[in-house]
């Protein structure tokens, strides 16, 4: 299972760090990646990391602002948001998979229930 924690409200230009963290199974060996969805849209690509941190993909809305990063050792990946925005709210949900990181939903077959991010600006 997956648990994504670190939402909550914040400020256009603040920062947050949210974090994904697995139980009763590594993470050791997947691609790991995040998605996000503002009420009324589809789920969207935000982040995508590989099970070594070597390769490393973002949507192009989010970059230079928004890293993912894993610690093997602690069963955890993170999404540090710099520069929140308003565009930013939506529910983050965190996703594993077996196979190389892609930007697809369909490629991933591990989802956490997801952590609400909300600017309140």
């Known amino acids: 299972q997956l648990a994504e924690s670190g939402g909550g409200l914040v400020q256009a230009g603040d920062s947050l760090r949210l974090s994904c963290a697995a139980s009763?199974?590594?993470?050791?060996?997947?691609?790991m990646a995040w998605f996000r969805q503002a009420p009324g849209e589809e789920r969207r690509f935000v982040a995508a990391?590989?099970?070594?941190?070597?390769?490393?993909s973002y949507d192009d809305s989010v970059k230079g602002r928004i890293t993912i990063s894993r610690d093997n050792a602690k069963n955890t990946v993170y999404l540090q948001m710099n520069s929140v925005e308003p565009e930013d709210t939506a529910a983050y949900y965190c996703a594993g998979s077996a196979y190389i990181i892609t930007k697809n939903a369909t490629g991933y077959n591990t989802w956490g229930q997801g952590t609400q991010v909300t600017d309140s600006s």
């Open positions: 990391i590989s099970w070594n941190g070597e390769n490393i």
């Open positions: 009763g199974r590594t993470i050791g060996g997947s691609s």
